[in-house]
């Protein structure tokens, strides 16, 4: 359903991006950040889903600083292999990729980020380093816990697994005490990754009820903004002007020229020795008359 396009990152580096766009208008635009299994076929998959519900998405290849176009299955094999990258990952790099997908659909219309695994913990720092995000989903990032003391700018999801055994529940009560504003689900008896479908620890019920609540969480977000922007625009311009007119000309500066203009002039036709003579040959002819 997708394609491959081409993305370049704010140091110059170009990655490669899997994109694809919805069959009709677009509610928003959502860059999902891959685990460490890369833009694999679960990636593209989730891609897919979210552009049926009418976002149009970009997963950004975030590994291909180390190995371009790596992706992988599932396997202990692959699973070992992959492990590998975890030691070599360049937070600051990887915010740089993430900010370059975010970017290029931010020209066509708000944007959210929703990550997992190690994507999970890029979405919070997304949220907490780059503006203009309408949201942040993160489904069990491991690393949330090392940057929670940074505010999240935009309205923040975090999803965990009960029996994760790479993400203590002390980790998620930290990640709960240092950032209240933050939306926290936790589900019962859900290890780690239990929203991939292709992983011996999917949980079919915490990723039904973790996606529902995803689709929700976006929603509301794109909403209230639809709504911001609708009311800012519903203020009519002619008010705008009215408000200006009043500010440049008060009231008594108007008056006061009203009252200027419809003065009467001072006949200054004669010249001033004429206008002396006329006015002593009045008084004269006054006297005689008494």
């Given at each position: 359903m997708?394609?491959?396009?081409?993305?370049?990152?704010?140091?110059?580096?170009?990655?490669?991006?899997?994109?694809?766009?919805?069959?009709?208008?677009?509610?928003?635009?959502v860059?999902?950040?891959?685990?460490?299994?890369g833009?694999?076929?679960?990636?593209?998959?989730?891609?897919?889903?979210?552009?049926?519900?009418?976002?149009?998405?970009?997963?950004?290849?975030?590994?291909?600083?180390?190995?371009?176009?790596?992706?992988?299955?599932?396997?202990?094999?692959?699973?070992?292999?992959a492990?590998?990258?975890?030691?070599?990952?360049?937070?600051?790099?990887?915010?740089?990729d993430?900010?370059?997908?975010?970017?290029?659909?931010?020209?066509?219309?708000?944007?959210?980020?929703i990550?997992?695994?190690?994507?999970?913990?890029?979405?919070?720092?997304?949220?907490?380093?780059?503006?203009?995000?309408t949201a942040?989903?993160?489904?069990?990032?491991?690393?949330v816990?090392?940057?929670?003391?940074?505010?999240?700018r935009?309205?923040?999801?975090?999803?965990?697994?009960e029996?994760?055994?790479?993400?203590?529940?002390?980790?998620v009560?930290?990640?709960?005490?240092?950032?209240?504003?933050?939306?926290?689900?936790?589900?019962?008896g859900?290890?780690?990754?239990?929203?991939?479908?292709?992983r011996?620890?999917?949980?079919?019920?915490?990723?039904?009820?973790a996606?529902?609540?995803?689709?929700?969480?976006?929603?509301?977000?794109?909403?209230?903004?639809?709504?911001?922007?609708?009311?800012?625009?519903?203020?009519?311009?002619?008010?705008?002007?009215?408000?200006?007119?009043?500010?440049s000309?008060?009231?008594?500066?108007?008056?006061?020229?009203?009252?200027?203009?419809?003065?009467?002039?001072?006949?200054?036709?004669?010249?001033?020795?004429?206008?002396?003579?006329?006015?002593?040959?009045?008084?004269?002819?006054?006297?005689?008359?008494?």
């Amino acid at each position: 359903m997708g394609t491959k396009v081409s993305l370049t990152a704010a140091d110059g580096f170009k990655l490669s991006a899997y994109r694809v766009d919805p069959a009709g208008p677009a509610r928003g635009g959502v860059v999902i950040i891959q685990e460490i299994f890369g833009v694999n076929r679960h990636i593209r998959s989730v891609c897919d889903r979210l552009a049926a519900a009418g976002y149009r998405v970009m997963a950004p290849q975030v590994f291909d600083r180390l190995q371009p176009n790596f992706e992988s299955g599932y396997s202990d094999e692959e699973v070992a292999k992959a492990r590998q990258f975890i030691s070599r990952i360049d937070w600051a790099k990887m915010m740089l990729d993430a900010s370059a997908a975010v970017d290029v659909l931010k020209r066509e219309g708000p944007v959210a980020i929703i990550g997992f695994c190690m994507g999970g913990t890029v979405a919070f720092m997304a949220a907490t380093r780059l503006g203009g995000l309408t949201a942040a989903v993160g489904f069990y990032g491991g690393q949330v816990v090392r940057f929670a003391d940074n505010k999240p700018r935009c309205p923040t999801q975090l999803h965990f697994g009960e029996k994760d055994a790479s993400i203590p529940l002390s980790d998620v009560e930290t990640i709960r005490i240092k950032r209240p504003e933050c939306e926290i689900h936790i589900y019962p008896g859900a290890g780690h990754g239990f929203y991939c479908d292709e992983r011996k620890s999917y949980d079919s019920t915490s990723a039904k009820f973790a996606w529902q609540r995803t689709m929700t969480f976006l929603s509301n977000a794109f909403g209230a903004l639809k709504q911001k922007t609708s009311a800012v625009a519903a203020i009519p311009p002619q008010a705008v002007k009215m408000e200006e007119k009043s500010v440049s000309q008060p009231k008594e500066t108007r008056k006061t020229v009203n009252r200027k203009a419809t003065r009467k002039p001072k006949n200054k036709s004669k010249p001033r020795a004429a206008r002396k003579k006329a006015k002593t040959s009045d008084t004269k002819k006054s006297h005689r008359r008494r």
